[in-house]
């Protein structure tokens, strides 16, 4: 019996830390899923940049990227909502169209960065990205005018290399910015649904942090069991 015992108190550990393992996992793929429903991404056939998620879609650094036309936008200006039909509109034609150019937005009130990034100073900045370089358009607001500057009037316009990647800091502050702008627009919109959300999020962080704890504590050690012998002598 007391090897038997000797033997689970052994175990215990391993059992414990298989099911706080467990328990991290399933934390982690609630969290993920409240993650995914915080972020509100518009409607569209253009590409919803933000900081977070920028350099890993358009893979601008890389030498074979896709160009990209971007538009850097403000919700309450005037001249970008009436662009919004268009610059959706040409979206729409491009990809009909086969062609390799892809239409992105990036909201700079909500990624303040990325209009620091590429030196945003008015509504709606338009940049084209291609070959290394960023272009700015400053032609007509049409799908024609913006055809054409893609086919290859670009190369007449204001050119500038582009700025270089964040660094892993910048890129964990920004993404820990944008996701509290998510929340407050969550809250604006939906106050019960966004404590509900909250009231998740934190039963999702308490689990981690317990699993973690469970997980990383030192394993603790067992007395050595005393001999026979000793308990006579006593």
Request: negative net charge; charged residues 25%.
């Given at each position: 019996f007391v090897h038997i015992l000797h033997f689970s108190r052994s175990r215990a550990p391993s059992v414990r830390r298989l099911h706080s393992m467990t328990a991290f996992r399933r934390a982690v793929a609630v969290a993920t899923v409240l993650a995914a429903h915080v972020r509100v991404v518009d409607a569209g056939s253009s590409f919803?940049?933000?900081?977070?998620?920028?350099?890993?879609?358009?893979?601008?650094?890389?030498?074979?990227?896709?160009?990209?036309?971007?538009?850097?936008?403000?919700?309450?200006?005037?001249?970008?909502?009436?662009?919004?039909?268009?610059?959706?509109?040409?979206?729409?034609?491009?990809?009909?169209?086969?062609?390799?150019?892809k239409v992105g937005k990036v909201d700079v009130t909500q990624s303040r960065g990325l209009g620091d990034r590429f030196k945003v100073r008015g509504f709606p900045t338009l940049i084209y990205f291609a070959d290394g370089q960023m272009y700015k358009y400053k032609g007509a607001r049409t799908v024609d005018d913006f055809e054409t500057f893609l086919r290859g009037a670009y190369k007449d316009a204001e050119a500038g290399a582009l700025p270089p990647m964040p660094s892993l800091k910048e890129r964990l502050v920004s993404a820990f910015t944008e996701l509290m702008q998510s929340v407050l627009k969550l809250f604006q919109a939906n106050l019960p649904g966004a404590l509900l959300m909250v009231a998740l999020a934190f039963t999702a962080g308490g689990a981690v942090g317990f699993a973690l704890g469970l997980f990383l504590a030192p394993t603790p050690k067992m007395p050595p069991a005393k001999k026979a012998e000793d308990k006579k002598e006593q």
């Open positions: 919803d940049l933000t900081e977070s998620n920028f350099d890993a879609i358009t893979k601008l650094s890389a030498p074979d990227s896709n160009p990209w036309f971007v538009k850097f936008y403000a919700p309450w200006c005037g001249h970008c909502k009436k662009l919004a039909p268009t610059w959706e509109e040409l979206a729409t034609k491009l990809e009909a169209d086969g062609s390799n150019v």
